[in-house]
């Protein structure tokens, strides 16, 4: 019965939007809509392509992505949109259900970037689909970017790539310092525990050995086995902090933190940004937040 009402309620309100669609199409160009799937994305969208479109994201700021259900409300969201954009890389598990009956342009950052694959259980040879976690790679998302709204909109061509050289120089500094910091820091302290396996890209770029708790979010579990690994390694090599993600519960790694005596250093942004009231409303803030507690933590 309640499938049926949120079938209809969807008809109904795609209806509505097939009914605005005329208006749509007399719009100016620059009130036509990028949707994202993700905070993240949309924010990188929204600094290559400043006021030529407006940019909306599916998931809202602080709410899981990997899993996320979408409502009636995005569908229709979807429908009037001029593209959508997505990662890929496995990481919207609802993509392509969501996308398969609307008939709106999609472009798909993963299919321009290289994978690193999970090597784990059954993601075994699965990319890792969180490469922006990664200074070096999310200025790889700004030259994607930059392309496909340029082929978009080729009139615009110019601007766009202005507006992308002064945003990766923004990256480029932080990917500076923090290349810096990390080759200053001894080699034994170079571990980044945490609860997703979502830093494979930074720790890879950067040289630091990467711990987690479980590969993705969309399974969030923690088994004895991997429990106990973690712990071993923590101890084994006097890991001074431990760190988990802002979009899941840390209770798991304070388990860690009461077994080995680490410090706990805080919660990591990945999936999602914050609200603009936190710490992370923007990717630059939350790669500035996430690599500020590494710091912290790692010293
Ligand atoms: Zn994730």
Known sequence: MRKNIIFFTAILLLSLAAGSCKRISNKNQNEEVILASF???????KNVSKDDFIVRSIVKPGVEVHG???T????????????FVDNGFGFELWAEKFISNLKVKRITVSEGLDPIFISEDSYEGKPNPHAWISPKRGMLYVDIIVESLSELR???RELFEENGRIYKDKLSTIDKEFSLFINNLNKEKRYLVSCEGAFSYLT????????YLWPVNAESQITPKRMARTISIVKDKNV???F????????????????????????LFV???SEDSGPASSYIKMLKHNLNLIKKGLL
């Open 204 to 211: 890879n770029d950067y040289g630091l050995e990467e711990v």
């Open 271 to 273: 999936d999602s940004l």
């Open 244 to 267: 988990c993600e802002s979009t899941v519960s840390n209770e798991s790694q304070m388990v860690v933190v009461n077994e080995t005596g680490a410090s706990f250093g805080g919660d």
């Open 240 to 242: 001074q902090a431990v």
């Open 68 to 70: 996320y259900q979408p």
């Open 39 to 45: 905070t993240v994305l949309a924010d990188i969208i």
């Open 154 to 156: 080729p009139s615009k």
């Open 72 to 83: 009636p409300s995005d569908l229709v969201k979807a429908s009037s949109a001029f593209v």
